[in-house]
């Protein structure tokens, strides 16, 4: 609307962009926890693996030792690797948490002022149409005297 001018459109401009960044950290945060809850269930996937690998070597006959004693180790370092990745996914999640209400506050910041842009921007386009209506009356005004008048002289002009 011509002539609406909102005061606080440069703050308006900048929790809008603020909502966007923080939109764009979370997404990528939520990339990063996928990837990782990925690298997580690959770390199980391969702990069942080993762990089936040892149960058939129980099956089979004679234990070697060795290689036995290969396929703890492994599964040491791996169970190592689990509870590593287990804090890492963790903290991702609670980042991932963090960020989500930011977003959220961010949103409501911004729609805060949508709603008082909006509320002013309705109370302009009254008062602009207040101004228009009595604008229109005075013109109305204006013409009907100015009528009136003609009216009046020429009766006057009739009469003698």
Sequence with gaps: MRGFAFRLEPLLSLRRHREQTLQLQLAQSQRMLEEQNGRLEAIRAEMRNRAGHLAKHHEKGPLDMERLNLEWSYLA?????LEEQVVVVDQLARRVAEEREAVLEASKEKKALEKLR???LVAFAREEARREMKDAEEVATTRHVRRSQGQEGGDEQSGQ
């Design 77 to 81: 370092v791996l169970e190592r690797r």
């Design 118 to 120: 909006e509320a002013l």
